[in-house]
């Protein structure tokens, strides 16, 4: 069902609805708009069951693409600085290295509070020695 026929249903329901009130105890007038807004409105609704995918009862799930993981990433500033670390040691893990890069929790916290400036220094060496080494 297109946007103009959704459109046309639901004006015909409204005017249909607001008539039949209008007509009050007139019943000649009032049961045939009534039956104009109920129409109208069963039209819409077959026309909102159709767009329904009833094929599963759960949500679907899509796997977050690697570039939305890191813009979340950089979006979440300070916050976001553990999760750029363990993509580049598991990018390093996954052959691209030598081997995990082994943080020590010392290490770890000091790359976390480093400056914005600190810490993009650190990510463009760790990017540039992983890809010298592929």
């Known amino acids: 069902m297109n946007l103009g026929t959704v459109i046309l249903l639901g004006l015909v329901a409204t005017l249909a609805a607001a008539l039949a009130i209008l007509a009050g105890t007139n019943t000649a007038f009032a049961v045939p708009a009534a039956a104009v807004a109920v129409g109208a409105a069963a039209l819409l609704l077959v026309g909102v069951l159709e767009r329904t995918d009833w094929s599963s009862g759960r949500a679907r799930s899509f796997p977050r693409?690697?570039?939305?993981?890191?813009?979340?990433?950089?979006?979440?500033?300070?916050?976001?600085?553990?999760?750029l670390i363990a993509m580049l040691d598991s990018l390093e893990r996954?052959?691209?290295?030598?081997?995990?890069?082994?943080?020590?929790?010392?290490?770890?916290?000091?790359?976390?509070?480093?400056?914005?400036?600190?810490?993009?220094?650190?990510?463009?060496?760790?990017?540039?020695?992983?890809?010298?080494?592929?």
């Open 65 to 83: 693409a690697p570039t939305t993981r890191i813009r979340r990433a950089f979006e979440a500033g300070k916050h976001g600085r553990r999760e």
């Open 94 to 134: 996954s052959g691209y290295g030598t081997g995990p890069p082994g943080h020590s929790a010392e290490e770890l916290d000091h790359l976390l509070s480093e400056t914005p400036e600190e810490f993009r220094r650190y990510l463009d060496a760790r990017v540039s020695d992983l890809e010298g080494r592929t």
